[in-house]
């Protein structure tokens, strides 16, 4: 079974920081882009990072600066480490990867900055 795992979400106060991991288990083969989504009340889920097989990373503009997307390819996890946390911010965030060349989801995670 493939699958995706992640923590680290919680409450925070603005202006704090929150990591979050994503860990792919199961009978992998092949990882591509990794990535994180997210979805407030009301919205539609966006893309807040994404990161290629070779590292190569890119941001949403309204995280460019205070969010920071890695990857570490023997742990099959990718990592979003969240600074200078707004309020805005807060939504449910979404791990995704292409495994096997098929996109996964995890079940995501609660990130909550409160004013």
């Known amino acids: 079974q493939v699958q995706l795992v992640e923590s680290g979400g919680g409450l925070v106060q603005a202006g704090g920081s929150l990591r979050l991991s994503c860990a792919a288990s199961?009978?992998?083969?092949?990882?591509?882009?990794m990535g994180w989504y997210r979805q407030a009340p009301g919205k539609q889920r966006e893309l807040v990072a994404a990161?290629?097989?070779?590292?190569?990373?890119g941001y949403a503009d309204s995280v460019k600066g205070r969010f920071t997307i890695s990857r570490d390819n023997a742990k099959n996890t990718v990592y979003l480490q969240m600074n200078s946390l707004k309020p805005e911010d807060t939504a449910v965030y979404y791990c995704s990867a292409e495994l096997n060349r098929y996109n996964y989801w995890g079940q995501g995670t609660q990130v909550t900055v409160s004013s």
């Open positions: 199961g009978r992998i083969f092949s990882i591509n882009t």
């Open positions: 990161i290629t097989s070779s590292g190569s990373p």
